[in-house]
C-alpha cells in the first residue's frame, strides 16, 4: 500500500490528485477536532489553556488542573500578561543520526494554498450538506527532530477556513523501513484545527503535509531542527492505494457552534457519508 520515495523534488511534495469518490479499498478517515488528549500520542497542541480572560486575575490557576501542556503559568511585563512555560517539547536528537552530524535550530514559513474551497469538490447528500474530499498521497517524517507549525493570520473564530492535521503510528521496523518502521495507515487520524491551535509533531511520527480547506490562505511558521543530510532530515512514502479525509464542513461548523465533544463531531462528519 505504501512505497519508498526517497528522492522526491520539492515541488511534488504538496501536489495532491483531483478528488474522486470513494472505490472499494479505499480507506475514509473520520475527522476529529484537535486537541491535546486526542493527539498526545503524536505530539503537542499549543493552544492558550485560558482563552476567556480578558485581564490578570488575582489568583493565578492551580496549573495541576489545566488542560494544557505547559509546566507553569505566571505573571509577566510588569503584571500585563501571563506567561505559560514550556508549552511544547523541542528535541534534537541528531547526535543520534547515522552521520551524526550536527543539527541546528531553523524557522521557516509555508504558505498554504486551500486544497478545497468550501463549495467545490463536494457532493449534496440527503439534508442538504456538502461533503469534501482530500485524498492523502503522501506521508513523512523527521526521524531526529520535532516540528512545530504555528498558524498566522488565521482566527479561531474565522468560520470560513480551517487546517487539517493526518497523523499516521509507526509500525514495527522492515526491511525497507529498519529504523523506525513504516505508517501505520490502518490507524491514520484526521484532526480538525483552527487558526489560534498550533501543533507540534514528535520526532518520527507519519504526518502528511499540511492542508487548509476554506477561503483563505494560511501562513505557518514551522520550526525545527535540521543537518541537511536528506534521509536524516525528512523521510517520505507515497500512499499507493486509497486514503481519503472525508468531512462534511456543514456538520463540522455546526457542531463546533454548539460546541459538541469530539466524539459527537466525529461520528457525525462520518455519518453522512
Not at 179 to 203: C, S
Not at 216 to 221: G, Q, W
Request: with cysteine; aromatic share 6%.
Amino acid at each position: 500500500m505504501i512505497s519508498t520515495n526517497p528522492t522526491p523534488p520539492k515541488t511534488d511534495r504538496m501536489r495532491v490528485p483531483s478528488s474522486s469518490p470513494p472505490q472499494e479499498g479505499k480507506k475514509l478517515l473520520r475527522l476529529w477536532p484537535l486537541s491535546q488528549s486526542s493527539f498526545a500520542e503524536f505530539g503537542t497542541v499549543i493552544e492558550n489553556p485560558l482563552p476567556t480572560l480578558t485581564s490578570i486575575p488575582q489568583v493565578l490557576p492551580d496549573w495541576g488542573q489545566q488542560q494544557s501542556a505547559a509546566g507553569a503559568v505566571m505573571r509577566a511585563n510588569q503584571n500585563t500578561a501571563l506567561k505559560y512555560v514550556d508549552v511544547t517539547l523541542m528535541t534534537n536528537d541528531y547526535a543520534q543520526s547515522p552521520s551524526q552530524t550536527a543539527g541546528k535550530a531553523v524557522m521557516n514559513m509555508f504558505a498554504c494554498f486551500p486544497r478545497l474551497p468550501l463549495i467545490a469538490n463536494s457532493e449534496d447528500v440527503e439534508d442538504g450538506s456538502s461533503l469534501s474530499r482530500i485524498p492523502i498521497r503522501l506521508l513523512e517524517r523527521h526521524p531526529f527532530t520535532t516540528q512545530t507549525f504555528v498558524p498566522m493570520g488565521l482566527a479561531a473564530s474565522d468560520p470560513s477556513t480551517r487546517y487539517l492535521v493526518v497523523v499516521a503510528p509507526t509500525l514495527a521496523p522492515t526491511e525497507d523501513f529498519p529504523d523506525g518502521g513504516p505508517p501505520d495507515l490502518e490507524n491514520t487520524r484526521a484532526f480538525w484545527a483552527h487558526g489560534a491551535q498550533a501543533v507540534t509533531y514528535g520526532p518520527g511520527t507519519w504526518h502528511a503535509p499540511m492542508a487548509v480547506v476554506g477561503a483563505s490562505r494560511v501562513d505557518f511558521v514551522v520550526l525545527q531542527f535540521c543537518n541537511s543530510v536528506r534521509e536524516e532530515d525528512c523521510q517520505e512514502v507515497e500512499v499507493e492505494e486509497g486514503l481519503e479525509v472525508v468531512v462534511s464542513l456543514d456538520a463540522v461548523k455546526d457542531l463546533e457552534s454548539k460546541g459538541k465533544n469530539e466524539t459527537e463531531l466525529g461520528v457525525s462528519c462520518i455519518q453522512l457519508l
